[in-house]
Protein backbone atom coordinates (compact mmCIF):
# COMPACT_ATOMS: atom_id res chain seq x y z
CA UNK A 1 0.00 0.00 0.00
CA UNK A 2 1.62 3.40 -0.67
CA UNK A 3 2.37 5.41 2.44
CA UNK A 4 -0.01 8.60 2.97
CA UNK A 5 0.49 11.29 5.20
CA UNK A 6 -2.68 13.18 6.14
CA UNK A 7 -6.53 13.10 4.65
CA UNK A 8 -5.51 15.32 2.19
CA UNK A 9 -2.56 13.09 0.58
CA UNK A 10 -5.72 9.79 1.24
CA UNK A 11 -7.73 12.08 -0.61
CA UNK A 12 -5.65 12.43 -3.62
CA UNK A 13 -4.93 8.65 -3.15
CA UNK A 14 -8.40 7.72 -3.54
CA UNK A 15 -9.11 9.63 -6.37
CA UNK A 16 -6.13 8.25 -8.18
CA UNK A 17 -7.76 4.95 -7.32
CA UNK A 18 -11.09 5.15 -8.62
CA UNK A 19 -9.95 6.84 -11.49
CA UNK A 20 -8.07 3.50 -12.08
CA UNK A 21 -10.83 1.35 -11.72
CA UNK A 22 -14.04 3.64 -13.01
CA UNK A 23 -11.83 5.59 -15.83
CA UNK A 24 -12.77 7.07 -18.23
CA UNK A 25 -14.68 9.09 -15.52
CA UNK A 26 -15.78 12.67 -15.02
CA UNK A 27 -15.57 14.90 -12.02
CA UNK A 28 -18.89 14.45 -10.81
CA UNK A 29 -18.49 10.78 -10.77
CA UNK A 30 -15.52 10.81 -8.78
CA UNK A 31 -17.35 12.90 -6.33
CA UNK A 32 -20.48 10.35 -6.18
CA UNK A 33 -18.11 7.47 -6.18
CA UNK A 34 -16.02 8.94 -3.40
CA UNK A 35 -18.26 10.85 -0.98
CA UNK A 36 -15.13 13.88 -1.35
CA UNK A 37 -17.30 17.14 -2.17
CA UNK A 38 -17.00 18.27 -5.29
CA UNK A 39 -14.68 21.54 -4.47
CA UNK A 40 -12.20 19.39 -3.01
CA UNK A 41 -12.45 17.19 -5.80
CA UNK A 42 -12.00 19.72 -8.56
CA UNK A 43 -8.93 20.87 -6.39
CA UNK A 44 -7.66 17.10 -6.13
CA UNK A 45 -8.30 16.87 -9.54
CA UNK A 46 -6.14 19.74 -10.92
CA UNK A 47 -2.75 18.97 -8.77
CA UNK A 48 -3.20 15.19 -10.36
CA UNK A 49 -3.10 16.85 -13.61
CA UNK A 50 -0.53 19.19 -12.67
CA UNK A 51 1.37 16.39 -11.77
CA UNK A 52 1.15 14.27 -14.64
CA UNK A 53 -0.67 11.61 -13.04
CA UNK A 54 -3.92 12.08 -14.50
CA UNK A 55 -4.83 12.50 -18.01
CA UNK A 56 -7.83 14.55 -19.83
CA UNK A 57 -9.91 11.42 -22.48
CA UNK A 58 -12.60 13.58 -24.05
CA UNK A 59 -16.01 14.60 -23.14
CA UNK A 60 -19.08 12.95 -21.84
CA UNK A 61 -21.54 11.31 -24.16
CA UNK A 62 -25.17 11.63 -24.24
CA UNK A 63 -25.60 14.07 -21.91
CA UNK A 64 -27.46 16.90 -21.92
CA UNK A 65 -26.26 20.03 -20.56
CA UNK A 66 -23.05 20.99 -19.85
CA UNK A 67 -20.72 18.15 -20.66
CA UNK A 68 -18.24 16.75 -18.02
CA UNK A 69 -14.87 16.12 -19.32
CA UNK A 70 -13.60 12.64 -18.99
CA UNK A 71 -10.13 11.59 -16.48
CA UNK A 72 -7.93 8.75 -17.09
CA UNK A 73 -4.84 7.57 -14.92
CA UNK A 74 -1.12 8.14 -17.05
CA UNK A 75 -0.36 4.83 -16.98
CA UNK A 76 3.04 6.00 -18.24
CA UNK A 77 3.31 8.05 -14.64
CA UNK A 78 4.90 5.33 -12.83
CA UNK A 79 6.38 1.57 -13.27
CA UNK A 80 5.99 -1.77 -12.28
CA UNK A 81 8.26 -4.72 -11.89
CA UNK A 82 7.48 -7.97 -12.42
CA UNK A 83 9.33 -11.41 -11.90
CA UNK A 84 8.54 -14.92 -12.80
CA UNK A 85 11.28 -17.82 -12.57
CA UNK A 86 10.95 -21.23 -12.45
CA UNK A 87 13.59 -24.43 -12.44
CA UNK A 88 14.03 -23.34 -16.38
CA UNK A 89 14.09 -19.65 -16.62
CA UNK A 90 14.09 -16.17 -15.12
CA UNK A 91 12.29 -13.56 -16.41
CA UNK A 92 11.55 -9.95 -15.14
CA UNK A 93 9.38 -7.21 -16.92
CA UNK A 94 8.85 -3.82 -16.46
CA UNK A 95 5.52 -2.59 -17.09
CA UNK A 96 3.15 0.48 -16.76
CA UNK A 97 0.34 1.21 -14.58
CA UNK A 98 -2.31 -1.07 -17.00
CA UNK A 99 -0.27 -3.00 -16.28
CA UNK A 100 1.46 -3.93 -20.15
CA UNK A 101 5.72 -4.82 -20.41
CA UNK A 102 7.48 -2.52 -21.69
CA UNK A 103 10.65 -4.21 -21.59
CA UNK A 104 11.54 -7.76 -20.21
CA UNK A 105 14.45 -9.79 -19.54
CA UNK A 106 14.89 -13.94 -19.86
CA UNK A 107 18.26 -16.03 -18.61
CA UNK A 108 18.37 -19.67 -17.99
CA UNK A 109 17.69 -20.29 -13.98
CA UNK A 110 21.16 -20.66 -12.38
CA UNK A 111 20.62 -23.92 -10.08
CA UNK A 112 24.18 -25.01 -9.51
CA UNK A 113 24.88 -22.74 -6.62
CA UNK A 114 21.89 -23.21 -4.41
CA UNK A 115 19.96 -20.68 -3.38
CA UNK A 116 22.62 -17.97 -2.54
CA UNK A 117 23.62 -18.20 -6.35
CA UNK A 118 19.67 -18.33 -7.42
CA UNK A 119 19.20 -15.07 -5.49
CA UNK A 120 21.69 -13.25 -6.90
CA UNK A 121 20.57 -13.91 -10.26
CA UNK A 122 16.98 -12.80 -9.44
CA UNK A 123 18.34 -9.37 -8.54
CA UNK A 124 20.82 -9.27 -11.42
CA UNK A 125 17.94 -9.86 -13.59
CA UNK A 126 15.59 -7.73 -12.13
CA UNK A 127 18.37 -5.00 -12.08
CA UNK A 128 19.13 -5.41 -15.95
CA UNK A 129 14.92 -5.30 -16.68
CA UNK A 130 15.24 -1.82 -14.72
CA UNK A 131 18.60 -0.32 -16.60
CA UNK A 132 17.59 -1.56 -20.12
CA UNK A 133 14.04 -0.11 -19.80
CA UNK A 134 15.33 3.17 -18.57
CA UNK A 135 12.56 4.07 -15.81
CA UNK A 136 13.74 6.28 -13.03
CA UNK A 137 14.17 4.39 -9.69
CA UNK A 138 11.66 7.01 -8.36
CA UNK A 139 8.66 5.74 -10.78
CA UNK A 140 9.01 2.66 -9.69
CA UNK A 141 5.72 1.79 -6.84
CA UNK A 142 5.62 -2.24 -6.57
CA UNK A 143 7.50 -5.08 -7.15
CA UNK A 144 6.09 -8.61 -7.69
CA UNK A 145 8.15 -11.76 -7.36
CA UNK A 146 6.30 -14.96 -8.98
CA UNK A 147 7.67 -17.96 -7.07
CA UNK A 148 7.12 -21.87 -8.89
CA UNK A 149 7.42 -23.13 -4.95
CA UNK A 150 4.82 -22.65 -1.87
CA UNK A 151 4.65 -18.66 -0.20
CA UNK A 152 3.67 -18.04 2.58
CA UNK A 153 2.29 -14.78 0.80
CA UNK A 154 1.22 -13.04 4.01
CA UNK A 155 5.22 -13.08 5.29
CA UNK A 156 6.81 -13.11 1.66
CA UNK A 157 8.60 -16.25 2.45
CA UNK A 158 9.18 -19.30 0.06
CA UNK A 159 8.10 -22.12 1.77
CA UNK A 160 9.50 -25.10 -0.31
CA UNK A 161 9.82 -26.00 -3.93
CA UNK A 162 9.00 -29.54 -5.17
CA UNK A 163 10.94 -28.75 -8.29
CA UNK A 164 14.03 -27.10 -7.10
CA UNK A 165 14.65 -29.09 -2.99
CA UNK A 166 17.67 -26.19 -2.11
CA UNK A 167 14.56 -23.64 -2.53
CA UNK A 168 13.48 -23.55 0.86
CA UNK A 169 12.44 -20.41 3.46
CA UNK A 170 13.67 -17.53 1.28
CA UNK A 171 13.03 -14.12 2.69
CA UNK A 172 12.10 -12.95 -1.47
CA UNK A 173 10.12 -9.99 0.36
CA UNK A 174 12.91 -8.91 2.79
CA UNK A 175 15.62 -9.60 0.32
CA UNK A 176 13.84 -7.23 -2.33
CA UNK A 177 12.78 -3.84 0.02
CA UNK A 178 16.11 -3.72 0.91
CA UNK A 179 17.55 -3.99 -2.74
CA UNK A 180 15.29 -1.79 -4.51
CA UNK A 181 13.27 0.36 -1.57
CA UNK A 182 10.42 -0.51 -2.81
CA UNK A 183 7.09 -2.53 -1.57
CA UNK A 184 6.90 -5.64 -2.57
CA UNK A 185 4.58 -8.93 -3.04
CA UNK A 186 5.49 -12.26 -3.28
CA UNK A 187 2.87 -14.89 -4.63
CA UNK A 188 3.16 -18.60 -6.30
CA UNK A 189 3.35 -18.31 -10.30
CA UNK A 190 0.21 -20.27 -10.35
CA UNK A 191 -1.94 -17.62 -8.78
CA UNK A 192 -0.22 -15.25 -10.68
CA UNK A 193 -0.65 -16.32 -13.79
CA UNK A 194 -4.37 -16.62 -12.68
CA UNK A 195 -4.57 -13.42 -11.68
CA UNK A 196 -2.86 -12.11 -15.41
CA UNK A 197 -5.85 -14.62 -16.95
CA UNK A 198 -9.09 -13.49 -14.49
CA UNK A 199 -8.71 -9.80 -15.60
CA UNK A 200 -8.69 -10.57 -19.36
CA UNK A 201 -11.94 -13.02 -18.93
CA UNK A 202 -13.61 -10.28 -16.60
CA UNK A 203 -15.68 -9.50 -19.55
CA UNK A 204 -17.16 -12.75 -19.67
CA UNK A 205 -18.44 -12.74 -16.30
CA UNK A 206 -16.17 -15.80 -15.11
CA UNK A 207 -16.21 -14.70 -11.39
CA UNK A 208 -15.45 -18.78 -10.31
CA UNK A 209 -12.21 -20.21 -12.56
CA UNK A 210 -9.88 -22.53 -12.45
CA UNK A 211 -6.22 -21.99 -14.13
CA UNK A 212 -4.32 -25.06 -14.42
CA UNK A 213 -0.48 -24.08 -14.82
CA UNK A 214 1.65 -26.67 -16.36
CA UNK A 215 5.48 -27.17 -16.47
CA UNK A 216 7.71 -29.17 -14.51
CA UNK A 217 4.94 -28.38 -11.48
CA UNK A 218 1.85 -28.51 -12.26
CA UNK A 219 -0.55 -26.00 -9.94
CA UNK A 220 -4.43 -24.83 -10.13
CA UNK A 221 -5.16 -21.18 -9.30
CA UNK A 222 -8.85 -20.95 -7.75
CA UNK A 223 -11.15 -18.31 -7.91
CA UNK A 224 -14.24 -18.70 -6.34
CA UNK A 225 -17.18 -16.44 -6.28
CA UNK A 226 -14.44 -13.80 -7.61
CA UNK A 227 -11.66 -13.79 -4.76
CA UNK A 228 -8.79 -15.37 -5.28
CA UNK A 229 -8.18 -19.16 -3.10
CA UNK A 230 -5.30 -18.84 -0.52
CA UNK A 231 -6.19 -21.63 2.09
CA UNK A 232 -5.62 -22.03 5.86
CA UNK A 233 -1.43 -21.57 4.91
CA UNK A 234 -1.68 -20.13 1.32
CA UNK A 235 -1.14 -23.88 0.34
CA UNK A 236 -4.23 -24.11 -1.90
CA UNK A 237 -4.24 -25.00 -5.23
CA UNK A 238 -1.75 -27.99 -4.90
CA UNK A 239 -2.98 -29.71 -8.14
CA UNK A 240 -0.07 -31.37 -9.10
CA UNK A 241 -0.40 -33.54 -5.87
CA UNK A 242 -3.13 -35.01 -5.84
CA UNK A 243 -3.11 -38.78 -6.42
CA UNK A 244 -3.96 -40.61 -9.03
CA UNK A 245 -3.13 -43.99 -8.21
CA UNK A 246 -1.89 -45.32 -4.55
CA UNK A 247 1.83 -46.19 -6.22
CA UNK A 248 3.28 -45.09 -9.20
CA UNK A 249 6.86 -43.15 -10.09
CA UNK A 250 7.71 -40.90 -6.81
CA UNK A 251 7.29 -37.86 -6.83
CA UNK A 252 9.49 -34.97 -6.01
CA UNK A 253 7.37 -33.96 -2.93
CA UNK A 254 8.69 -37.19 -1.62
CA UNK A 255 5.07 -39.26 -1.77
CA UNK A 256 4.14 -41.68 -4.63
CA UNK A 257 1.05 -41.24 -7.33
CA UNK A 258 0.78 -37.39 -7.71
CA UNK A 259 0.02 -36.45 -10.95
CA UNK A 260 2.72 -34.44 -11.43
CA UNK A 261 4.91 -37.50 -11.86
CA UNK A 262 2.31 -38.82 -14.35
CA UNK A 263 1.73 -35.83 -16.56
CA UNK A 264 4.31 -32.86 -15.60
CA UNK A 265 6.56 -31.78 -17.84
CA UNK A 266 9.69 -33.85 -16.61
CA UNK A 267 7.30 -36.99 -16.87
CA UNK A 268 6.74 -36.19 -20.39
CA UNK A 269 10.58 -35.44 -21.14
CA UNK A 270 11.42 -38.76 -19.69
CA UNK A 271 9.03 -40.83 -21.36
CA UNK A 272 10.08 -39.51 -24.73
CA UNK A 273 14.02 -40.82 -24.13
CA UNK A 274 12.72 -44.05 -23.22
CA UNK A 275 11.36 -44.42 -26.28
CA UNK A 276 14.01 -43.26 -28.22
CA UNK A 277 16.47 -45.79 -26.13
CA UNK A 278 13.79 -48.73 -26.90
CA UNK A 279 14.59 -47.42 -30.84
CA UNK A 280 11.48 -45.89 -31.13
CA UNK A 281 11.02 -42.93 -34.28
CA UNK A 282 10.18 -39.05 -33.39
CA UNK A 283 10.53 -35.64 -35.00
CA UNK A 284 11.49 -34.70 -31.43
CA UNK A 285 15.11 -35.92 -31.47
CA UNK A 286 15.75 -33.63 -34.96
CA UNK A 287 14.09 -30.89 -33.18
CA UNK A 288 16.92 -31.39 -30.23
CA UNK A 289 19.77 -31.69 -33.06
CA UNK A 290 19.79 -35.63 -32.32
CA UNK A 291 20.66 -35.46 -28.24
CA UNK A 292 18.02 -36.86 -26.24
CA UNK A 293 19.40 -35.01 -23.66
CA UNK A 294 18.01 -31.97 -24.60
CA UNK A 295 14.22 -32.79 -25.19
CA UNK A 296 12.33 -30.32 -23.77
CA UNK A 297 8.50 -30.90 -23.08
CA UNK A 298 7.77 -28.32 -25.24
CA UNK A 299 9.14 -29.36 -27.88
CA UNK A 300 7.09 -32.75 -27.31
CA UNK A 301 4.03 -30.55 -27.30
CA UNK A 302 5.15 -28.85 -30.39
CA UNK A 303 5.48 -32.10 -32.43
CA UNK A 304 2.25 -33.47 -31.48
CA UNK A 305 0.62 -30.52 -33.27
CA UNK A 306 2.11 -31.86 -35.94
CA UNK A 307 1.24 -35.47 -35.88
CA UNK A 308 4.47 -37.36 -34.58
CA UNK A 309 3.17 -40.33 -33.28
CA UNK A 310 5.19 -41.07 -30.15
CA UNK A 311 4.54 -37.37 -29.16
CA UNK A 312 1.22 -37.54 -29.60
CA UNK A 313 0.76 -40.82 -27.66
CA UNK A 314 2.93 -39.15 -24.77
CA UNK A 315 0.76 -36.16 -24.73
CA UNK A 316 -3.11 -38.03 -24.95
CA UNK A 317 -1.61 -39.78 -21.80
CA UNK A 318 -0.75 -36.36 -20.49
CA UNK A 319 -3.98 -35.28 -21.36
CA UNK A 320 -6.35 -38.39 -20.07
CA UNK A 321 -4.34 -37.41 -16.20
CA UNK A 322 -5.05 -34.09 -16.56
CA UNK A 323 -8.56 -34.67 -17.33
CA UNK A 324 -9.44 -37.10 -14.50
CA UNK A 325 -7.92 -34.45 -12.08
CA UNK A 326 -9.60 -30.90 -13.77
CA UNK A 327 -13.07 -33.56 -13.61
CA UNK A 328 -12.75 -33.76 -9.95
CA UNK A 329 -11.89 -29.48 -9.65
CA UNK A 330 -14.83 -28.99 -11.48
CA UNK A 331 -16.85 -31.17 -8.76
CA UNK A 332 -14.84 -29.43 -6.26
CA UNK A 333 -15.59 -25.66 -7.11
CA UNK A 334 -18.11 -25.29 -9.77
CA UNK A 335 -16.08 -22.94 -12.27
CA UNK A 336 -17.59 -21.05 -15.06
CA UNK A 337 -14.48 -21.32 -16.48
CA UNK A 338 -11.34 -23.92 -16.83
CA UNK A 339 -8.11 -22.18 -18.08
CA UNK A 340 -5.77 -24.68 -19.80
CA UNK A 341 -1.95 -22.92 -19.46
CA UNK A 342 -0.28 -21.41 -22.87
CA UNK A 343 2.58 -24.64 -22.79
CA UNK A 344 -0.50 -26.82 -23.21
CA UNK A 345 -2.18 -25.24 -26.42
CA UNK A 346 1.61 -25.78 -28.01
CA UNK A 347 0.01 -28.89 -28.59
CA UNK A 348 -3.26 -27.92 -30.11
CA UNK A 349 -7.19 -28.56 -30.40
CA UNK A 350 -7.23 -32.23 -30.19
CA UNK A 351 -5.87 -32.13 -26.59
CA UNK A 352 -8.54 -29.62 -25.42
CA UNK A 353 -10.64 -31.35 -27.47
CA UNK A 354 -9.75 -34.52 -25.48
CA UNK A 355 -9.52 -32.95 -22.17
CA UNK A 356 -12.98 -31.21 -22.74
CA UNK A 357 -14.73 -34.55 -23.66
CA UNK A 358 -13.14 -36.65 -20.81
CA UNK A 359 -14.42 -34.03 -18.45
CA UNK A 360 -17.80 -33.73 -19.69
CA UNK A 361 -17.95 -37.96 -19.19
CA UNK A 362 -16.44 -37.61 -15.62
CA UNK A 363 -17.91 -34.92 -13.99
CA UNK A 364 -21.21 -34.30 -12.57
CA UNK A 365 -23.33 -33.40 -15.74
CA UNK A 366 -24.50 -29.93 -14.71
CA UNK A 367 -21.09 -28.79 -13.26
CA UNK A 368 -20.28 -29.72 -16.98
CA UNK A 369 -22.07 -28.11 -18.25
CA UNK A 370 -21.30 -24.70 -17.08
CA UNK A 371 -17.83 -25.07 -17.16
CA UNK A 372 -15.88 -23.53 -20.40
CA UNK A 373 -12.52 -25.06 -21.04
CA UNK A 374 -9.93 -23.00 -23.37
CA UNK A 375 -6.16 -22.41 -23.67
CA UNK A 376 -4.92 -19.48 -21.93
CA UNK A 377 -5.09 -16.11 -23.43
CA UNK A 378 -2.47 -14.71 -21.66
CA UNK A 379 0.21 -16.48 -23.75
CA UNK A 380 3.47 -14.85 -22.88
CA UNK A 381 5.10 -13.91 -19.34
CA UNK A 382 1.43 -14.04 -17.50
CA UNK A 383 3.37 -14.54 -14.40
CA UNK A 384 5.19 -11.60 -14.98
CA UNK A 385 1.77 -9.88 -15.55
CA UNK A 386 -0.26 -10.97 -12.87
CA UNK A 387 2.34 -10.69 -9.84
CA UNK A 388 2.56 -6.74 -11.00
CA UNK A 389 -0.93 -6.77 -11.28
CA UNK A 390 -1.00 -8.00 -7.77
CA UNK A 391 1.84 -5.44 -6.80
CA UNK A 392 -0.04 -2.91 -8.50
CA UNK A 393 -3.60 -3.53 -6.92
CA UNK A 394 -1.34 -3.26 -3.60
CA UNK A 395 0.26 0.52 -4.12
CA UNK A 396 -3.54 1.53 -5.52
CA UNK A 397 -5.23 0.03 -2.28
CA UNK A 398 -7.52 2.51 0.00
CA UNK A 399 -5.44 3.15 3.26
CA UNK A 400 -7.57 2.63 6.37
CA UNK A 401 -10.33 4.31 8.09
CA UNK A 402 -13.67 4.83 6.60
CA UNK A 403 -13.47 3.26 3.35
CA UNK A 404 -15.12 5.48 0.30
CA UNK A 405 -18.72 5.04 -0.96
CA UNK A 406 -17.34 2.78 -4.07
CA UNK A 407 -15.50 0.24 -2.16
CA UNK A 408 -18.40 -0.34 0.28
CA UNK A 409 -20.26 -0.83 -2.67
CA UNK A 410 -18.08 -3.05 -4.42
CA UNK A 411 -17.65 -5.41 -1.01
CA UNK A 412 -21.51 -5.35 -0.43
CA UNK A 413 -22.83 -2.90 1.63
CA UNK A 414 -24.74 0.16 1.55
CA UNK A 415 -26.88 -0.82 -1.93
Known amino acids: MKRVNGKAERDLHIVEAVVRRHGPISRARIHELTGIRPSATSQLVRRLLKEGRLLEAGVEEGR ?26 VTAGVTDLHPRIRHKVTARTLLEEGTEGLIRQLLDVARRAIREAAVPAASLVGIGVADPGLVDSQRGVTVTSSTMPFWKQVPLKEIFEREFNTPVQVETRTRAKAVAEHEEDLADGAGSMVYVDYGSGIGAGLYVDGRLLYGQGSAAGEFGHTHVTEDGPICNCGSFGCLEAFAGIRAVEARLRRIIAEGGQTDVLDMADGDPARITGWMVFQAASR ?42 QEL ?32 VLGVARIALAKHFEIPAFKPPPFLLEERGYGK
Open 307 to 348: GDKAASSIVAEVGRYLALGIANLVNLFNPGVVVLDATLGEAG
Open 64 to 89: LGRKGVLLELNEAYASALGIEFDDET
Open 352 to 383: LEQISGIVRRKALRESAAQAVIRYARVRESAG
